[in-house]
């Protein structure tokens, strides 16, 4: 058998199968009809097995079966059959079943020092921080009566604090600092410079007051020199016992007045304002006999009175 009887023979079976699988699906009312078509195909095929056909056949063919009895009418649906070319095929063997293998869980290695082949010189962090400074006494604003008054507050510990730019406050470890400052009368500025041990500062101002004081009371100033002297006698005549006279009159401030007679004496100074006055009594004066009473200022001025006793016994 030829080549072309091979090819020939593979598109009969191709069609036959093909029959097949319509005969099967239109039921078992068209098998005869599926039969008789097989027989004319088979002869057909046959027929064709001498033809030069050099790669492909295509039949096409359009069945319309007989009415059977007992058998519905079906029109089916024209086959196309198609034989393409055959190429022989050798199935490759079945590759064995891949098995993935089972991860096991991770074990941390443990940890490896790198130990280095220098030694690298240490550095050293430049400071450049501002240190802390706060004023907690006195209160912004303050008023004071006294001149001196203490400042204080905290700063970073081992910093100086300057007050004014010259007076260097007191310092304890903590960083606490303290200065008393002297103030003027009205608004007073002190300002504060914290500077730590790397040269960083820090500055802080605040401003308090000093209230004037009340002027003390002014003495009134003593009269002008000169003041002209003047005395004068109250009664001159007494019946009271002991009997006695009151005198009066300007004298220069301060000046001492000086009151004389046989029967009773006394002085006084006279006051800022130049006046004077001062009782004396005449203890042993006699009853109803006059005699003189003599008042002297400082400079001798003088003034004489008369004074008669009625007192009796």
């Keep these: 058998m030829t080549m072309l009887d091979d090819r020939a023979r593979l598109a009969v079976d191709a069609i036959e199968r093909s029959i097949a699988d319509q005969a099967s699906a239109a039921g078992f009312a068209g098998f005869a009809v599926a039969q008789r078509r097989h027989a004319m195909w088979t002869g057909a095929g046959w027929a064709l097995a001498g033809s030069a056909v050099a790669a492909t056949l295509v039949v096409t063919a359009i069945f319309t079966p007989s009415p059977e009895p007992d058998v519905a009418t079906t029109t089916p649906e024209p086959i196309v059959v198609t034989t393409a070319p055959v190429t022989e095929t050798t199935e490759a063997p079945s590759p064995d079943p891949v098995v993935t293998p089972e991860v096991a869980p991770a074990t941390e290695a443990p940890p490896t020092t790198e130990v280095s082949s220098t030694t690298e010189a240490p550095t050293t962090t430049l400071d450049t921080t501002a240190p802390s400074l706060t004023i907690t006494s006195p209160e912004d604003g303050a008023h004071f009566e006294e001149k001196v008054v203490t400042f204080s507050g905290s700063t970073e510990p081992g910093a100086t604090v300057i007050a004014g730019g010259k007076w260097e406050a007191t310092v304890s470890e903590e960083g606490q600092w303290s200065i008393q400052l002297v103030l003027s009368v009205g608004a007073n500025g002190a300002s504060f410079v914290a500077t730590d041990q790397a040269g960083n500062e820090t500055s802080a101002r605040i401003t308090v007051h000093l209230d004037p004081t009340e002027p ?98």
Excluded: M, R
């Design 216 to 313: 003390p009371e002014e003495e009134p100033p003593p009269p002008e020199e000169g003041v002209e002297f003047t005395a004068l006698a109250t009664y001159g005549s007494c019946e009271l016992n002991p009997p006695y006279d009151v005198y009066y009159g300007t004298a220069d401030p301060g000046t001492k007045v000086t009151i004389t007679s046989e029967h009773g004496s006394g002085s006084v100074n006279a006051d800022a304002e130049g006046n004077w006055e001062k009782k004396v009594i005449f203890a042993s004066a006699p009853y109803g006999e006059t005699f003189l009473v003599t008042v002297k200022d400082h400079t001798g001025k003088k003034k004489t009175f008369e004074f008669v006793s009625w007192a009796e016994g």
